[in-house]
């Protein structure tokens, strides 16, 4: 089974600008979730989503949104970059997103804002 | 709410060492718990988890945790490292909103 991707991989914007990360489950999962992960603030939740809605949401200000389509894909969205956005976006899948499903972790997009 | 510590910014040991690396939950019900790893400008690669049952959880890439209720702990370990074990080490809890609190990260330096 493939696992789960992210593209792109890197990614290099400018303040203001805003941008767009996809990511692909793994096959049959339907949870989708994304952390921020930056050496100052360590790995942090973004939002999760199951069946196309917005399960949950973290601590993230409305610049911060995402989607889920209905073959789970997901993206994220960042609008109006700042420069403490860079950071590496993970996205990870499960089954269903409860308690004891594991997430599994796509590689990531490295975005660096100029 | 939900949290985990990871007390050690840094674990050393010399290949063919028994490794530990420490982690400590709190939780309000019961624990879901996890440990991860990263490998550099990679994603993070499961390694296992603590549900229910067995104290003793065995994972990927010969490690193990034990669970200890009494202690609120959580500790990686492995018999025996190995040089490709270096890497970052993350413990996670889940919350009563499904999502995975982490830890800090504990980097584990295994010297040949």
């Known amino acids: 089974k493939a696992g789960v991707t992210q593209t792109p991989r890197y990614l290099i914007k400018t303040r203001g600008q805003q941008v767009t990360l996809s990511c692909s489950p793994i096959s049959g999962h339907r949870s989708v979730s994304w952390y921020q992960q930056t050496p100052g603030q360590g790995l942090q939740f973004l939002f999760e989503?199951?069946?196309?809605?917005?399960?949950n949401k973290g601590n993230f200000p409305g610049r911060f949104s995402g989607r889920q389509f209905s073959n789970s894909r997901s993206e994220m969205n960042v609008s109006t970059l700042e420069l403490g956005d860079s950071a590496l976006y993970l996205c990870?899948?499960?089954?269903?997103?409860?308690?004891?499903?594991?997430?599994?972790f796509g590689p990531g997009t490295r975005l660096t804002v100029l | 709410a939900q949290s985990v510590a990871q007390p050690e910014d840094q674990v050393n040991v010399a290949e063919g060492n028994p490794l530990t690396v420490k982690c400590t939950y709190s939780v309000s019900g019961n624990p879901y718990l996890f440990w991860y790893v990263q490998y550099p400008n990679r994603g993070l690669q499961f390694l296992l988890k603590y549900i229910t049952g067995d104290n003793l959880v065995k994972g990927s890439y010969g490690f193990e945790a034990e669970f200890n209720k009494s202690q609120t702990s959580f500790h990686l370990k492995k018999p025996s490292a190995l040089v490709s074990d270096s890497a970052l080490y993350f413990c996670?809890?889940?919350?009563?909103?499904?999502?995975?609190?982490f830890g800090t990260g504990t980097r584990l330096q295994v010297f040949p």
């Open positions: 990870a899948s499960s089954l269903a997103g409860s308690y004891t499903d594991t997430q599994y």
């Open positions: 996670a809890v889940r919350d009563s909103a499904d999502k995975l609190i």
């Open positions: 989503y199951f069946s196309e809605t917005q399960r």
